[in-house]
Every structure is written in structure tokens, then in C-alpha cells.
């Protein structure tokens, strides 16, 4: 049993029964000759009592002093025990959001059935929805990067520092050949693109590294745009000196929470250090000074840092918050089968706390008219490479209007799968003031909704499901107006 354990179970205890005898902290100091500030550390668990003052306590209040030692609480404080036990304390990031421990056992035991309760109602629903230990470390990074902007100035600052410090130009797009260099020479890297062909199972993973040699495995279908960002990435495991880190990529299997960390902070440096910010600055100014949508200038933008377009579309959200304060955004990622009506989002960031569009686990319909979905329709039926398009996105159930950008490529990775990425901007003040190009009148504007099921759009030609959660909402509204009606008629 954990000391740390013990502490905290002997001060819940001594906090129960002080606060059932109607004592405060001040009036147990007089009562006990101890002093109010060492209770109060006895009590958020951090200290614990020597044998001769649990004796003194165990008189002043009447409790056998068995009863004050021993780890099994009454049913009240049974609850707070479990999740002690269960270490689910020690898998939530709390440090990630400023948040001790302490703290957080502090406001469990001011009404221990209600928390309890509220974390028994957590955990179902996350069952229920097959939310797993990653669903919850994924989503712990989300809430991080949406706190702070998703942009991370030290990360920024360690990238210029390694450009100075091994003379790259950030000015000219980086090579994968320049990076495998530094991971060779630098590092002590042996590069191998020969095993993982080797093994039919392993087609989903772009690269294996093993530490105790430092081979880095990776697979033979990459472009250049996909081998820079993995270069990229040990670069920056070995820059900023991390250890505990993810081995394969896309990553199959964690330990803690601190890898699932480390691979974020690892992917910010890589899409920093190939995008650089100063340069997509300034080709975001351009673009938006224009009073039309240059869709060559934004392609050319795109294709100008030898990124794939989804390290492009993530280094937007870094950028944008930054440099032109446009907060305000979100960032999808859809994937799509070839010959399959089902669209999964499988990668989400909000930067506003606007509630559309996010993902739905209830087997919903997205709307078909987002263009999130229509460039995958597109690339599918004209059998491209790449597909983009641009659409302005009004929510009339929210009130919101959002400017959306997507494209959509082949899944290199999954045979006969496609993948999107859309960054949506909210159109407001802030946005009218940065972006000129917002009324050019090529820019299609679509009334959109979020899923089928929810959506009050009629006739709409792409409708994949009737709307009956709202047809459901309209009927209970229907019957509360009659019982009041009825009310006031027999009152």
C-alpha cells in the first residue's frame, strides 16, 4: 500500500469526522492543542500524524483510535476509496492543466456521493461509447492545445535554435535527404527501407525505430513529404532530448501518458521546422489581402514546404491563433472507403467552444453538404490525386457562419481509402477585418447542418436520414404546449 495512499485516506477520515461533530479546523486546534495549519496538512493528506498524536486525536474526539488508523472507510467515504485504489488519479494528466492531486481529493470529499456519482455516470458513458485509456489520453492533448492556442512559443524557439545551430534555411523547403543526413551523422542513426516490406502485416505503419541499435525501420511507399515529417520528428525526440517517446508511427502501443505527450510535442516541432512561420506568414498575408479566393497562390502555398497537406492544415492552426489572431477555428480529419457511404472523423480540434461540427459516436449521419465530405466524393469520382474547394458554412440551428477549406488526397497507407482535411475559420469580425477575399462571390455559401438526424434544413437533395431528433423535439414541444393550454383552461 502506497504511503501516499494512507495519508490521504487517515485526513479524509479525520475531515469526516471533525466536520460530523460540527468542529472547524480552529476550534480541533483548540480542542487538541495541535496546531490549525498541521491539521490542515493532516487533512489534504499531506502529513501524517506520529502514533502519540493520533492518541491525542483519538481521545479528543472520542474515536477508537483502530477505528482512526485503520484503511477501511464507512459507505460515505467508501467511493473516494475505490478511485484511490483504482489509480485512475494517476493515469488523468492533471499536472498538464495546473491541477495537484490534493486539490482535486479536496473537492471529492466536500460531497463524496454526488462526485462519486458523477464519476460512476463518466466512466458508463465512456463505456458505453468504447472510450478507451487512448480515446482519453487523445483527448487530455486536445484540451491542452485548445488551452493554449495550439501554438507552443518554446517549441517555436527550440526550432530556431536547432535551424542556427546545423545551418538550415528555413527559407527554402527542407529535404528529406538534408534531415536523413543529420540523423546519421549527428545522431548515430542507421536508416533501413528494406525490412518493412518484408512484412505484409506492417502496411499500415510508416516507420518502426528500435533504441537499442537506433535503426530506424521505415516503409518503401513513402513520398518525400512523408519521410521529411518522420526525419523530422527523431530530430526533434533527440533535440529535445526525450526519452520516454512512441517507437512505431502511426503508433500502436503506449505505456503512460507522458509518450502520448512527447509524440504531440515531437509532431509540433516537425511541422514547425518544415513549415516554418515566418515564411507561411507571409504568404497568409498575401493570400489574405487579395480581394478574391487565389486558390493557385493557396495550392502553391500548400505544395511550397514539401508537407503533406494535412502537416500544412495543422500548421494553419498553429499559425493563424499566432500571427493573425483568428482563434476562433477547427480542424477535421475524415477518412472514407472507396464504395462506402460512411464517413469517419477520426482526428478533431476546436479552438472556439462552438459546438459544430464535432464528431458523434451515436451512428448519425454527418451532413453531405459539408465540404469536408464533398472533396472526397470528388476525388473518388475522378480517380485524382488531390482534390480542394472552399465553401462558406452557415449553421442556421447555431447562428454560426464559418469559412471552410478542404482537401483531400488517397490514403497512402490504406488501399482504396481516402482522407480529407478541412479547417474551418469563423466568420466575425475579426476574420472580415483580416481577410479581404470573404465576399468574393465565386466562394459557394451552403446552409449545412450536422448530422442528417439533427438537421432543420428542408428538401435538402442530399439528405441521407430523416430528421427525427428534431422531429422527436418538435413533437414534445407540441404536447408541453397542450398540457399548458389544458392548465390554464382548467385553472
Known sequence: MEEEYIKLIFGLKLRQIRTDRDLSLFGLSKLSGLSKSYLNEIEKGKKYPKPDKIVLLS?????????????????????????????????????LFGI???????IISNAPAKVNTFISTIIEIAQNYNFGKESFYLASVRTFQETNNNYF???????????????IDLNHPISPKELEEILIEEFGYTINKEELKQHKSLDNL???????????????HMDDAQRNFIYAKEIAYNYLKITERLYTFSWIKFDHFDQVLNNFYA?????????????????????FSKDY???????????????????????????LPEAFNLQNLFFLRFQNREGSDHFQLDKELHLSHHHSPRANETNEHYCRRWIALKVLEKIKTNKSNHEFDIQISN???DGFKYLVLSSATKDPFKEGYYRSITLGLLINKQLQNKVKFLNDPHIESKQVGVTCERC????????????????????????????EEINKKFS
Open 293 to 319: 479566393f487565389d486558390a493557385d497562390l493557396f495550392l502553391n502555398t500548400l505544395n511550397a514546404f514539401n508537407a503533406s497537406p494535412e502537416s500544412f492544415f495543422q500548421r494553419l492552426t498553429n499559425i
Open 267 to 287: 509532431s509540433y516541432f516537425a511541422g514547425a521546422l518544415i513549415i516554418p512561420k515566418k515564411q507561411l506568414s507571409q504568404e497568409l498575408t498575401s493570400l
Open 59 to 95: 481521545e479528543k474526539l472520542d474515536v477508537p483510535y483502530d477505528q482512526l488508523v485503520s484503511l477501511k472507510l464507512d459507505k460515505n467515504l467508501a467511493p473516494i476509496g475505490e478511485i484511490l485504489q483504482s489509480k485512475i488519479l494517476k493515469e488523468i494528466p492533471l499536472d
Open 153 to 167: 512559443d518554446d517549441l517555436e524557439k527550440k526550432v530556431a535554435s536547432f535551424a542556427k545551430s546545423y545551418h
Open 206 to 220: 510508416r516507420s518502426v525505430f528500435v533504441p537499442k541499435t537506433k535503426t530506424l525501420l521505415l516503409a518503401d
Open 456 to 483: 432543420q434544413i428542408k428538401n435538402c437533395d442530399v439528405r441521407k436520414a430523416e430528421p427525427i431528433k428534431i422531429l422527436k423535439q418538435q413533437k414534445h414541444m407540441e404536447i408541453a404546449q397542450v398540457v
Open 100 to 106: 495537484h492531486e490534493n486539490d482535486l481529493i479536496d
Open 395 to 397: 449553421y442556421p440551428s
